[in-house]
T-cell receptor, first 112, second 113 residues
Framework: QKEVEQNSGPLSVPEGAIASLNCTYS??????FFWYRQYSGKSPELIMF????GDKEDGRFTAQLNKASQYVSLLIRDSQPSDSATYLC????????????FGKGTKLSVKP | SAVISQKPSRDICQRGTSLTIQCQVD?????MFWYRQQPGQSLTLIAT?????????ESGFVIDKFPISRPNLTFSTLTVSNMSPEDSSIYLC??????????FGPGTRLTVT
């Protein structure tokens, strides 16, 4: 059974610090990896995707992928209180586009 | 990305009744999906809404309980039938993007009493 694991948190970091969110997945054939941000009471919003080993940077966000270790992470630099949300990791493992498995999410709290 | 709207945004329903949720996209999309997110949980795919044919349901979800329509490339409906309190959840539609990502509508918050 294909699984995506995340630490549920809450992860608490001070404003201006780096927040590190981690995700592991079970299927070695997984092809693409996505990070979603979900504010309380809102729907998930796509913030990053990555499909090659290494780092991908977009503004304050960096996604890191290590397929050998089946591990993907999201770094948020200069964390702001507005980054406080639940971050969902999603893994596409091929075939139908609906084959997107979501983790349960990590709740991030950025303290002013 | 496409702009996605859902109606209603929230509803409170009596057990045994049915509710139809609408999902409208501002551009034609091939792939549309319906998810459920129960309180404090992650997203669970209910089905893929196929244009012009029957929806493809995931394990644990059946057409009699969650009938889906997809009459064209911009619109879909999900009906939650014969509701029970266990159906209280947020229901989300999503559309597929070019690199297998998905974009979500604002969701419908359903409470069954």
């Amino acid at each position: 059974q294909k699984e995506v694991e995340q630490n549920s948190g809450p992860l608490s970091v001070p404003e201006g610090a780096i927040a590190s969110l981690n995700c592991t997945y079970s299927d070695r054939g997984s092809q693409s990896f996505f990070w979603y941000r979900q504010y309380s009471g809102k729907s998930p919003e796509l913030i990053m995707f990555i499909y090659s080993n290494g780092d991908k940077e977009d503004g304050r966000f960096t996604a890191q992928l290590n397929k050998a270790s089946q591990y993907v992470s999201l770094l948020i630099r200069d964390s702001q209180p507005s980054d406080s949300a639940t971050y969902l990791c999603a893994v596409y493992y091929g075939g139908s586009q609906g084959n997107l498995i979501f983790g349960k999410g990590t709740k991030l709290s950025v303290k002013p | 990305s496409a702009v996605i709207s859902q109606k209603p945004s929230r509803d409170i329903c009596q057990r045994g009744t049915s509710l139809t949720i609408q999902c409208q996209v501002d551009s034609q999309v091939t792939m549309m999906f319906w998810y459920r997110q129960q309180p404090g949980q992650s997203l669970t795919l209910i089905a893929t809404a196929n244009q012009g044919s029957e929806a493809t349901y995931e394990s644990g979800f059946v057409i009699d309980k969650f009938p889906i329509s997809r009459p064209n490339l911009t619109f879909s409906t999900l009906t939650v039938s014969n509701m029970s309190p266990e159906d209280s959840s947020i229901y989300l539609c999503s559309v597929g993007g070019s690199v297998y990502e998905q974009y979500f509508g604002p969701g419908t918050r359903l409470t069954v009493t």
